[in-house]
């Protein structure tokens, strides 16, 4: 049986999709860490798959390290991966450690519009992770915490990570509580995200995947405010890493 290996180097994490026989046969995340090649020897410890493709931030310096792996860019992976798992989807959110992608889904998984935000951390998984520690509270509770805020919360009105860094402590000092203000946090998020979304042309369903995806408080903001609960699949940071692998699969049978 012919497998085909789809690998996603992100900031923050490295996945890998296998397939086989039509079907996922394995899968597998693991930290980046400040030495990505080294996480890559550790993943692949007797040389490359002969079928690989890769994505994300690292997919050149995957190339370096094995000639033979075939390149996609993070948007068709994303795309690819995101509608094999919701086929009605029409629209794409990818949030992950380093930038945001709103993306309209043609029908196949092919990309119409898109927009990504990668210059800075606002609005992405950085964004959270910087201002979590602001509260010293570990990133995975920080959309928890959120959820106990007053639904009549301060707003936070910068996106500058810098700014909104400031705003937070001020709010702080004055005695607002860490629950509220984190609620504003997550507010100020998704009404960057929904602005982008409406600029590529958002249609529903919207399939929502990337790390942060998995943050109750983003994925509960997002339902109300489009008023529709947005489609997560069960592992939402393996969809670039499932898309490459599908790449694969469908260019080289």
Known sequence: MNTYAGLDIGSRSIELVVRGGGETVASRRLATTY???????????????????VTGYGR??????????????EIKA???????????????????????????LLPGGKVGRFEMNDRCAAGTGKFLEL????????????????????????????????????????????GTPPADIALGLHRAIVARTTAMLARVGLELPLVFVGGVARNPCVARLLAETLDAAPLIPDAPDMTGALGAALWLEARCP
């Open 60 to 73: 050149e310096l995957a190339r370096e390290l094995f000639p033979k792996a075939l390149t996609i860019t």
């Open 131 to 174: 201002t979590a520690t602001v509260f010293g509270v570990p990133v995975e509770d920080f959309g928890r915490l959120a959820l106990t805020g007053n639904p009549e919360a301060p707003v936070i009105g910068s996106m500058c990570t810098v700014f909104a860094e400031t705003e937070a402590t001020t709010l702080m000092a004055r």
């Open 35 to 53: 030495d990505p090649a080294a996480r890559l020897r550790e993943l692949f410890p007797d040389g490359a798959p002969d079928r690989l493709a």
């Open 78 to 104: 994303h795309a690819l991966g995101a509608a094999h798992l919701f086929p009605q989807a029409r629209t794409l959110l990818d949030i992950g450690g380093q930038d945001t992608k709103a993306v309209a």
